[in-house]
């Protein structure tokens, strides 16, 4: 069985659906997860100044109470799988560059290792994405070599492998993420629950009976 999953570093339920998704998949050994880049907002500038209640406040047009809010809520959805999402000191940004990097180490075997860390920099440890040094030792902590990553990042390498997924995710029709699609044939988006994957991998299994 395969899984596709569109993702990008600063979604919030995209970390958390990964979670559902590895919690579904623990007693099976069967199946090859890949991940596709996808850009949450294109516009966004290299990195937003101050608060994130702020920021979601203007981009998706509510109150900045209401953003506190919904900042709320998706934490305490982080914590029910252990994941310990700090906004007060996240640093938000453009992701085009780490989705770059990411693409040349999914060409090394290391996308799935660099797109855990990239999510874990950006939400519990506040680093931000868009600064070549730490971009250089995330992905020479998963293997990667350091030349051919300063390389990578003084350059418009892997642009077209970021925007190959984007254009496979508008063609599925794909408006959000996370998106799964399992084994071709079932589409899911949002952060699922574990429940919803276990069942989706018995109709699959059923189905090859």
Known sequence: MKIEVWSDFVCPFCYIGKRHLEAALKDRSDVEVEFHSYELDPSAPEKVDGKMEDYFAEYKGMSVEQAQSMILQVTQMANNVDLDYDYDAIQHGNTLKPHRLFQ??????????????????????????????????????????????????????????????????????????????????????????????????ADIDAKKI
């Open 104 to 201: 040349f180490a999914k060409e090394q075997g290391k996308g799935n290792e660099f797109m855990e860390l990239a999510k874990k920099a950006y939400f519990i440890e506040g680093k931000w994405l868009n600064d070549d040094d730490f971009l250089v030792h995330l992905a020479t902590s998963v293997g990667l070599d350091e030349t051919r990553v300063r390389d990578v990042l003084a350059s418009e390498a892997y642009l077209d492998a970021v925007r190959l997924d984007q254009a496979q995710a508008a063609e599925i029709g794909i408006q959000g993420v996370p998106f799964f699609v399992i084994d071709k044939q079932y589409g899911l988006s949002g952060a699922q629950p574990i429940e919803i994957f276990e069942q989706v991998f």
